[in-house]
């Protein structure tokens, strides 16, 4: 493959004209804003509940709105961080630094305009990225072999362990039984049938989408049904939505710089939206022009963690497209999307489904546009739901978990697995052990396994393969770095104090 | 419970999970003299044993910690209204499926959401008009996005 074959564009253009895409970008958008800015509904629960809306769609149009849900909750979780300290997503925790201080001045309206533009500013460099950068990866990436596959598998699950929060082993074990789940069903080589407890529903294995539906969805909703009594209000009038140009002008380099900082780190694997948020208001502390007003209601400390998160959208989406390797929770939850359309991402998506690929990039240019109109539009509106309550929310959420997983292959297994899903996800919660590397195991298991196998098949036997190819020793090294690095840090950290 | 046992209650269940796991692994057919990573058991005993490691891991982590943390807030099992609703959210989800098949799935779905709403809504203040108004719009969307628009064959109920 060539590296920036301009068919790869151009084989989707025709997409521009179909008025679904529009259609279901909209109100993928719409859908996604409204459940961002609702506390308590992550962006990753939001994309999980409604992957089963997409069924009947055709791949590009499912992904169309679900690359709208993921923009839009992204893009939501700022208008109640800002409103009323509460994130809405975990990628806007920064943005409450200094959105909520604006709000209590009255200045609401004008954060939530400042939070669009950057947001839209960010997403739209993240696009660009991803259409160059994700062909380019893809044509390395074809030259990986199985031992390359299982290091950058085992690179994502341990990344997403270190920075689960809490205990790193936690965080690995979690991902360990992620990938425990992935062996149910039938043995990728000998044919055997593992763990199917006699149930034919189990041979090809558990269902990703109901498991993610579960502890996503149904656990969120579980931890939340033992405190609904509270009702949040928002009183205060939006207004001042679009940003004069010397605001737009005063925040353009700090939009900019924050929104690398989102795809890189959005591209990084298992870093996603609420890392790339913070680094990136960490940095405007550091080297921003105002950095000693932050935290007082600055327009600076809502553009820069704005403007990363929805950059790290397209980012996140480079290593789950061209490796088939999530980067992180919300991308694991969209690979379950395109699998259950019968797309395997990997590099040869690039070869063989090429106008699919080009549609992503132009359905992720449409969320943005759509963000935009719809956020300036709209943030009033959204402002009044905040204060919905919880009672019509829960039950309604459950109803919709409980559906979808139905519809999946509409069997009423899916159900229980839901259920059992959604009570160990609720465990673990109350158990303090993350979520994300299960889902992320769980995903990467099947790929992980084959490969793993497959290398030591070949190699008959021997392990050092892994370490001979100099691409695999590297990933391996990596792992080891990210693993056993932050506690040789922590050491030397400590043994500087003591010499001190 | 603190934090402290029931990490160390939970590191020796994973244990006791993984050993579980190896015992069955073993039990799956394999081949003489081929590639010990060909046989079905192979993988699932190597997950085994990183998990026990793992788990053994988490005991040690917990033990070593430094002092006994004191919980301040209540556990929500003791609070007893969060632990009558937990329940009540359980035994209503499990009804699900079986009121599914009885009688189909928007009936399903209507008593469901009127149930959980009720019993969401404060002694004293509920309006049942309200409720039911409520409980019929969300089934009214969940049966027109799912039967109407994708065609979902859900089981033929009594009802609808």
């Known amino acids: ?100 201080p604006m709000s209590q001045q009255g200045r609401a309206g004008e954060a939530i305009g400042i939070s669009t533009i950057s947001s839209t500013i960010g997403g739209f460099l993240s696009v660009v990225v991803l259409m160059f950068a994700a062909p380019a990866i893809a044509s390395i990436a074809l030259k990986f072999s199985a031992e390359e596959y299982v290091g950058i598998t085992l690179i994502g699950l341990s990344v997403i362990a270190i920075i689960s929060p809490g205990s790193t082993v936690k965080g690995l074990i979690s991902g360990v039984i992620g ?47 033992s405190d609904v009594q509270y009702t949040l209000v928002v009183k205060q009038k939006i207004s001042k939505l679009i940003p004069p140009l010397r605001d737009l002008k005063r925040i353009i380099g700090t939009v900019i710089r924050s929104s690398f900082i989102g795809v890189i780190i959005g591209a990084l694997p298992a870093a996603g939206g609420s890392i790339a948020s913070l680094v990136a208001y960490g940095q405007e502390k550091r080297f921003g022009k105002r950095r000693d007003e932050l935290g007082t209601g600055i327009i600076e400390g809502v553009a820069a963690p704005e403007a990363a998160n929805n950059a790290s959208t397209g980012g996140a989406l480079i290593p789950m497209l061209t490796l088939g390797i999530p980067g992180d929770a ?52 959204f402002a009044k739901l905040i204060g919905f309550p919880k009672k019509y929310l829960i039950p309604a959420i459950l109803v919709f978990c409980l559906v979808g997983s139905y519809a999946i292959s509409n069997s009423i297994f899916d159900i229980w697995v839901l259920i059992i899903s959604g009570i160990v996800g609720f465990a673990m919660r109350k158990l303090s052990f993350p ?54 840090l922590k050491r030397f950290n400590k043994a500087i104090i003591r010499g001190n | 419970m603190t934090r402290k046992r029931s990490d160390i209650i939970a590191g020796i269940v994973l244990f006791a999970f993984s050993g579980l796991l190896y015992i069955i692994a073993g039990f799956m057919p394999t081949r003489q003299g081929s590639v010990q990573a060909l046989n079905t058991g192979f993988y699932p005993r190597m997950l085994a044993v990183i998990m026990a490691v793992l788990s053994m891991l988490l005991v ?13 807030t209540t556990p929500w099992w003791k609070t007893k209204s969060a632990f009558t609703m937990f329940l009540a959210t359980l035994v209503l989800l499990v009804l699900y499926p079986f009121v599914m098949k009885l009688f189909g799935f928007a009936t399903a779905s209507f008593l469901f959401i009127t149930t959980l709403v009720w019993l969401l809504t404060e002694k004293g203040q509920a309006k049942p008009v309200k409720i039911l108004g409520i409980a019929v719009a969300i089934t009214l969307v969940v049966y027109i996005v799912f039967k109407l628009v994708l065609a979902i064959p859900f089981p033929m109920g009594l009802l609808i």
Not at chain 1, 22 to 28: L, T
Not at chain 1, 186 to 213: K, N, Y
Not at chain 1, 359 to 377: A, R, T, Y
Request: glycine letters at 12%; charged letters at 10%.
């Open chain 1, 330 to 381: 919300m991308t694991a939850v969209l690979m379950g999307g395109l699998i259950i359309q019968g797309l395997r991402p990997g590099p040869l998506l690039f070869q063989q489904q090429m106008p699919f690929v080009s549609s992503i990039f132009i359905s992720l240019l449409l969320s943005v546009v759509f963000m935009c109109i719809i956020g300036l539009v709209g943030a009033k509106y």
């Open chain 2, 60 to 72: 040690l982590e917990t033990v070593r910690k430094q002092g006994q943390e004191t919980r301040t």
């Open chain 1, 179 to 225: 990938l425990v789940i992935g062996i149910v069903g039938i043995d990728p080589i000998t044919g055997f049938p593992r763990f199917i407890m006699g149930r034919a529903e189990l041979l090809e294995g558990i269902d990703a989408i109901p498991v993610m539906i579960g502890m996503y969805g149904l656990s969120e909703m579980l931890v939340q049904i």
């Open chain 1, 1 to 100: 493959m060539e590296l920036f074959s301009f068919d790869l564009y151009l084989s989707g253009l025709h997409f521009f004209t179909n008025p679904l895409m529009y259609v279901a970008s909209f109100f993928g958008v719409l859908v996604g804003v409204v459940f961002g800015a609702l506390p308590g509904l992550t962006a990753t629960m939001t994309i999980a509940v409604f992957i089963p809306f997409t069924f009947g769609l055709a791949p590009t149009i499912s992904f169309a709105f679900l690359l709208g849900l993921y923009s839009g909750a992204v893009y939501g979780g700022s208008i109640s961080a800002i409103l009323i300290n509460i994130p809405g997503t975990p990628s806007a925790i920064a943005t409450s630094l200094d959105g909520y």
């Open chain 1, 435 to 488: 979520i994300a590397p299960i889902v992320l195991g769980m995903i990467l298991g099947p790929l992980f396994e084959s490969n793993f196998r497959r290398s030591l098949m070949l190699s008959e036997g021997n392990w050092a393969t892994f370490v001979q190819r100099p691409i695999s020793l590297g990933f391996l090294i990596v792992v080891v770095l990210v693993l056993v690095g932050p506690m040789i």
